[in-house]
């Protein structure tokens, strides 16, 4: 079983980031957009997964006014299905919680049917579907989480 360790994503891991980042989103941030998430914007939670010594992926969260919004979550290609995302994914929904988000939304390619089941599987459910949402002409799926404070 792989063992999967979660830390906070830093600056200093952006070098790392940057270096996968256009292989596998097709609308890839700049290292500008990360730094500023990072280090500049309330209600950020960004999170990075290490699989023994390597970098294996990374996702973060906002919190604003009680919603909580998916913004990134990725797995390096030789680390995929082992259950990286799905361990980010939790402590996204874990953190959005502690921030005070009734609930988590996302949006999600309609052609991208893996990030779909993953989300499917930690209780997403699709709650709607915006055209042309992406700057390739691609339509978004919205998917949403209700979140509950914990006692
Ligand atoms: C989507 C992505 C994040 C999944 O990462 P991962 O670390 O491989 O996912 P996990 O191993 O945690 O998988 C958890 C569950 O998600 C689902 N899943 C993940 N990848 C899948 C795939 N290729 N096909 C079908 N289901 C998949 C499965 O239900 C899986 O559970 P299982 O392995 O027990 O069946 C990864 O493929 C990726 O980085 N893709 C490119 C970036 C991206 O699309 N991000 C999402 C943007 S909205």
Same mark, same amino acid.
């Given at each position: 079983?792989?063992?999967?360790? *979660?830390?906070? *994503? !830093?600056?200093?891991? *952006? ?13 890839? #941030?700049? #290292? ?19 699989? &023994?010594?390597?970098?294996?992926? #990374?996702a973060?969260c ?8 998916v913004?990134?979550i ?10 990286v995302a799905q361990a980010l994914l939790e402590d996204l929904i !874990? ?9 988590l939304?996302l ?11 993953l989300y499917?599987k930690s209780?997403f ?6 055209? &042309? ?7 978004? *799926?919205?998917?949403?989480r ?6």
């Amino acid at each position: 079983m792989t063992t999967i360790t *979660l830390r906070p *994503l !830093t600056v200093a891991d *952006l070098p790392a980031v940057i270096a996968v980042e256009a292989e596998l989103f097709p609308e890839p #941030w700049s #290292w500008r957009m990360y730094e500023e998430e990072l280090t500049e914007l309330p209600g950020r939670h960004y999170v990075c997964a290490m699989v &023994g010594e390597h970098f294996a992926g #990374w996702a973060g969260c906002s919190v604003q006014v009680g919603e909580g919004h998916v913004m990134t979550i990725g797995t390096l290609v030789p680390f995929r299905r082992q259950g990286v995302a799905q361990a980010l994914l939790e402590d996204l929904i !874990t953190a959005a919680t502690d921030l005070g988000a009734s609930r988590l939304i996302l949006e999600v390619a309609a052609s991208n049917t893996a990030a779909q089941a993953l989300y499917r599987k930690s209780h997403f459910a699709p709650v709607g579907l915006r055209r &042309g949402y992406y700057a390739h002409g691609g339509d978004a *799926l919205v998917m949403m989480r209700a979140l509950e404070a914990t006692p």
